[in-house]
């Protein structure tokens, strides 16, 4: 079946120190990858993508995630976090084969950046 | 641009009833998914709908069910609700024009059954 991980179900950091959001994936194929941020009591907002290409890629708000073909992972960093951050973190997958835009998501990481 | 708006953002519903739930897609979109996103879970796909038509579908029973309008608005139609049918119902709206890029939510419906 597949399937995206995310194994810590809170991450805490403290202001301007770096942090590390992961996620793995079970699916098969080259799967599109994503991830989005959730504040509370709202939808979700698109963070990144990895489609192809370079495997570190660079989205919103300063953050980054390094893609891993062989780990079949895709985990979300950001150099300095901000108390800002401090926010309900997914990642999801999308099957390339098929013909919807079906993302399969992870449980969520809370993250709190404490200052 | 306008983003994607849901309606209405909360909701409380009796056990049997039914339900539905609204979604205008970003201007520009022509695709409307939505999600099931229970208490400390992730967004789970329920249907897509493009042109109008169903094109995919999550493992949720037929009592979900949609509509897509010429306008690519859609609804979200859940029948014969159940207390497992309590979550925070997602609409996110895409272009087939444009597959590679990321879905757009809105800030969903928080429906509660009692």
């Known amino acids: 079946a597949q399937s995206v991980a995310q194994p810590e179900d809170q991450v805490n950091v403290a202001e301007g120190n770096p942090l590390t959001v992961k996620c793995t994936y079970s699916?098969?194929?080259?799967?599109?990858l994503f991830w989005y941020v959730q504040y509370p009591n709202r939808g979700l907002q698109f963070l990144l993508k990895y489609i192809t290409g370079d495997n570190l890629v660079k989205g919103s708000y300063g953050f980054e995630a390094e893609f891993n073909k062989s780990q079949t992972s895709f985990h979300l960093k950001k150099p300095s976090a901000l108390v800002s951050d401090s926010a309900l973190y997914f990642c999801a997958v999308r099957p390339r084969a098929g013909n919807t835009d079906k993302l399969i998501f992870g449980t969520g990481t809370r993250l709190q950046v404490f200052p | 641009e306008t983003g994607v708006t849901q309606s209405p953002t909360h909701l409380i519903k009796t056990r049997g009833q039914q339900v539905t739930l609204r979604c205008s897609s970003q201007?520009?979109?022509?695709?409307v998914s939505w999600y099931q996103q229970a208490l400390g879970q992730g967004p789970q796909f329920i249907f897509q709908?493009?042109?109008?038509?169903?094109?995919g579908r999550g493992n949720f029973p037929p009592r979900f069910s949609g509509l897509q309008f010429p306008n690519y608005s859609s609804e979200l139609n859940v029948n014969a609700l159940e207390l497992d049918d309590s979550a925070l119902y997602l609409c996110?709206?895409?272009?087939?024009?444009?597959?590679?890029?990321?879905?757009?939510f809105g800030n969903g419906t928080r429906l509660t059954v009692t």
């Open positions: 699916v098969s194929g080259n799967p599109y």
């Open positions: 996110a709206s895409s272009s087939r024009t444009d597959p590679m890029a990321p879905l757009h």
């Open positions: 201007s520009g979109h022509n695709t």
């Open positions: 709908y493009y042109r109008e038509e169903e094109n």
